[in-house]
């Protein structure tokens, strides 16, 4: 095994990613395969599912029973990118808003995290990678309860760290910037906004799904070993500008 493998390979690891049907969830699903992981994904739409050419189980995260009948899963890696983008102007927020939002994009990484974690430390070593969002850190854009969530992700990135890092499960997170994703088509369809936000970055352009490559390859590898409870912004310097 060369110097690159041995700290970058997945060969004989499984991965379960959330979201892995599209966008960012779909590119590291790819990344993570292309290293040599076994990759299942997990998401709502079955045709799209399908259309990855994984493994994959069709599950609606907002419905608890569906986190359920993942538990039977044994993954060595654990990718939270599924996620919900209501966002609503503060006072127009709903109860159900907020519960659907909270549900998807913090509980079930949550519950995800309980079922794997400790199978994972019984093993004596794992991965749990959570997605954020610029909003892990400032308000933007209706932040509302997608903003409250995604700074979620970020505390309980740190907790499930403290919990099984010891044991050798490294637990991070990774917070995009503003991406081009099906989730974010209707913003990319206004010229001078995405624009605007291109110019917020110090790179100068708005992200793109191979930008998330690298960092989950890194975060999944041996060559993560002594990284854990951070949050990762691969944002072109958005968030610091």
């Known amino acids: 095994m060369s110097f690159l493998e041995s700290l970058f390979s997945l060969a004989g690891r499984t991965a379960l990613i959330t979201g892995g049907n599209s966008?960012?969830?779909?590119?590291?699903?790819v990344a993570l395969a292309s290293a040599g992981a076994n990759v299942t994904v997990v998401g709502r739409h079955e045709a799209r599912l399908a259309a990855?050419?994984?493994?994959?189980?069709?599950?609606?995260?907002?419905?608890?029973?569906?986190?359920?009948?993942?538990?039977?899963?044994?993954?060595?890696?654990?990718?939270?990118?599924?996620?919900?983008?209501?966002?609503?102007?503060?006072?127009?927020?709903?109860?159900?808003?907020?519960?659907?939002?909270?549900?998807?994009?913090?509980?079930?990484?949550?519950r995800l995290g309980q079922v794997f974690g400790p199978k994972m430390a019984a093993n004596g070593?794992?991965?749990i990678i959570n997605?954020?969002?610029?909003?892990?850190?400032?308000?933007?854009?209706?932040?509302?309860?997608?903003?409250?969530s995604k700074a979620g992700v970020a505390a309980l990135t740190r907790s499930q760290a403290e919990a099984w890092s010891a044991a050798g499960v490294c637990c991070n997170a990774i917070a995009p910037g503003f991406v081009h994703t099906p989730m974010t088509e209707p913003v990319f369809r206004d010229p001078e906004r995405t624009a605007?936000?291109?110019?917020?970055t110090m790179i100068g352009r708005n992200?793109?799904?191979?930008?998330?490559?690298?960092?989950?390859?890194?975060?999944?590898?041996?060559?993560?070993?002594?990284?854990?409870?951070?949050?990762?912004?691969?944002?072109?310097?958005?968030s610091v500008k």
């Not at 966008?23 to 699903?29: E, F, K, P, R, V």
């Not at 608890?64 to 983008?85: F, Y």
């Not at 997605?131 to 409250?148: D, H, L």
């Not at 060559?223 to 944002?235: K, L, R």
């Open 23 to 29: 966008g960012i969830g779909q590119a590291i699903a």
């Open 131 to 148: 997605v954020g969002s610029q909003q892990t850190i400032r308000a933007f854009g209706n932040s509302g309860a997608y903003g409250v």
């Open 52 to 110: 990855t050419g994984f493994p994959y189980v069709a599950a609606d995260l907002a419905d608890r029973s569906a986190v359920d009948r993942l538990a039977g899963l044994s993954p060595d890696i654990l990718v939270n990118a599924a996620g919900v983008n209501h966002r609503p102007p503060m006072d127009a927020l709903s109860l159900a808003d907020w519960d659907l939002t909270i549900e998807v994009n913090l509980t079930a990484p949550f």
């Open 196 to 200: 605007a936000m291109a110019a917020r």
């Open 125 to 127: 070593w794992g991965r």
């Open 207 to 238: 992200g793109e799904l191979g930008d998330f490559v690298g960092v989950a390859v890194f975060l999944a590898s041996p060559a993560s070993d002594f990284v854990t409870g951070q949050t990762i912004f691969v944002d072109g310097g958005f």
